[in-house]
């Protein structure tokens, strides 16, 4: 890139920072130091605040630079990402969100511990939560490298470790002094930014095909190399069965992981009432349907208009499919208006990285002071010192995924995200739906389920073509390679299941079906929710 393309770039990015801990440092003067206050921000914001917030902290580097630059590489296969991401939202309107929001106080291990012994459900759910919070991190971090890198050269493999470790040292300062409601600002701006960028990009690929979208998934298709199988299913997940079930997986992955994922279900204590709360998503829904969409026209926009080769030689995973079409767009490298289309598009990615590791950190914080410490600890917690224990946590968490993001730095972040949604969907999942449903579920069964899924779909993740055996491995010159599909939803989501309902079965705990009634009534109707 150009120095103009560099400075410009570098320019916005300085302002988005120093607008977010403007944010911060006003919300750090104005806090109380309660537990609600930094968990939930009070619970002061309204649906429409809230569903901004929600879709800011769902719209992800993934979804920004990862699925478009999948569409842009293998066509319709890429397009998986956009409509699982996209369904999810409804198995969390009408499954969880309301229900959730009743039961709980600020992290899912609440909703599962009211009705069951506290320490070893809140220990197995906290353990989870951060798991998937690390892994979720990862793929921000590695959308930032990548951003960075191609803005100051395409290879700096310095400016990627310096921009990994500068976003990780922002999200620890945005959750320390500014907690939830420094967050929740920071997530409307950044989706009011990223949604106001992704139709300005879209109306311009469209305007480039003069509105006929047949002529450009036409252009995008003879420019692919690949002619009309880059329209149809197969190109990426269609060679062999062992393609077709990663296909398979994947989906399940996406499609369940939503409902489990901590930082989206945190989201829903800073309404005030369950029917904010179910406003909320309602709102995010027709924000998140319509990102969802342009992806789209962005994906097969930079196939045609940029070509699937320059793309890959730009970023062998396809993450900065968009910076390159918006630079295309705008005229050209040399141009004024490629250079500040460039330079904007690259703005509000690193924006939109910068508030999802915000909120997903918060909620990693938050697991570990309130379900671990808490739990760990003989003497209940006072609020205040859990509060403190959180701000540390959010050091711990940021470190180790600064170190996580190094070394997968060379992944795409859709993928990643993948992966952190089948650990959500595995682990979190089906506690939750048990514990909401099933009248004779038990500890052991609660606490056999979050295991009985995270365990296996690590050991899947360690044990895949991600980490070792193939060139594109973490560690291409190692072979621990036993299970061939890249994502383990499509095993250790029913072990999640199967693994609750065998603990459930065996146990000598008689269901509490006192408890069971009282959180049905309050999970149903609101009454008792904090």
């Not at 052991?444 to 690590?458: C, D, H, K, N």
């Amino acid at each position: 890139m150009t120095g103009n393309h560099q400075t410009l770039a570098l320019l916005l990015f300085g302002v988005f920072v120093a607008i977010t801990l403007g944010i911060t440092t006003w919300v750090s003067r104005h806090r109380h130091g309660s537990a609600e206050e930094f968990y939930a921000g009070g619970r002061l914001f309204s649906p429409m605040e809230n569903g901004f917030a929600i879709a800011g902290d769902y719209m992800s580097a993934a979804s920004f630079l990862g699925i478009s630059g999948l569409i842009a590489l293998f066509g319709y296969d890429g397009l998986l990402y956009s409509v699982g991401f996209l369904v999810a939202w409804l198995v969390v309107l009408f499954l969880v969100a309301e229900l959730v929001r009743n039961c709980g106080r600020f992290t899912l291990a609440d909703v599962v511990a009211a009705r069951m012994s506290e320490r070893p459900v809140r220990i197995a759910a906290g353990t989870s939560s951060v798991t998937v919070s690390v892994l979720y991190l990862v793929a921000q971090m590695v959308g930032a490298g990548s951003l960075v890198a191609l803005l100051l050269g395409g290879t700096s493999e310095a400016a990627q470790t310096w921009t990994v470790i500068g976003v990780g040292a922002l999200m620890v300062v945005y959750v320390s002094f500014g907690g939830m409601r420094a967050t929740t600002w920071i997530q409307i701006v950044k989706a009011v930014l990223l949604m106001g960028g992704a139709i300005a990009l879209t109306v311009l690929v469209l305007v480039r095909f003069h509105g006929d979208f047949d002529q450009l998934l036409r252009s995008a298709a003879e420019r692919s190399g690949h002619g009309k199988s880059f329209l149809a299913p197969g190109l990426k997940y269609g060679g062999d069965w062992t393609a077709r079930l990663d296909f398979i997986s994947l989906g399940l992955a996406l499609v369940l992981g939503t409902a489990g994922l901590p930082h989206i279900l945190s989201r829903f204590y800073t309404v005030p009432t369950a029917r904010a709360a179910r406003r909320s998503v309602v709102w995010s829904i027709g924000l998140i349907g319509g990102f969802y969409l342009m992806t789209i026209v962005l994906g097969f926009g930079a196939a045609a208009i940029v070509g699937p080769d320059a793309v890959r030689g730009s970023n062998a995973a396809g993450n900065t499919a968009v910076p390159l079409l918006a630079l295309d767009l705008g005229g050209g490298a040399s141009s004024t208006g490629g250079t500040v289309l460039f330079a904007v598009v690259a703005a509000i990615a690193f924006a939109t990285i910068l508030a999802v590791v915000a909120g997903i950190t918060l909620a990693s914080s938050a697991s570990v002071a309130h379900d671990l410490y808490a739990s760990l600890r003989r003497r209940r917690a006072k609020p205040r010192s859990e509060v403190a224990v959180a701000r540390a946590a959010a050091v711990g968490v940021g470190v180790v995924a600064i170190a996580l993001g190094l070394l997968a730095r060379d992944l795409n972040v859709a993928f990643l995200v993948g992966l952190a949604f089948a650990v959500a969907a595995s682990a979190n999942l089906p506690v939750l739906l048990y514990s909401l449903f099933w009248r004779n579920f038990t500890t052991r069964g609660a606490v056999w389920s979050v295991y009985g899924g995270l365990v296996p779909a690590l050991v899947l993740v360690v044990l895949s073509p991600v980490v070792s055996g193939s060139p594109g491995s973490l560690f291409p010159g190692v072979d621990l390679q036993y299970f061939p599909l890249d994502n383990p939803g499509l095993v250790s989501i029913p072990a999640g299941f199967l693994a609750g309902w065998l603990g459930t079965v065996t146990s000598t705990e008689a269901p509490d079906e006192a408890r069971h009634a009282e959180t049905e009534v309050r999970a149903l109707t609101g009454a008792g929710a904090v």
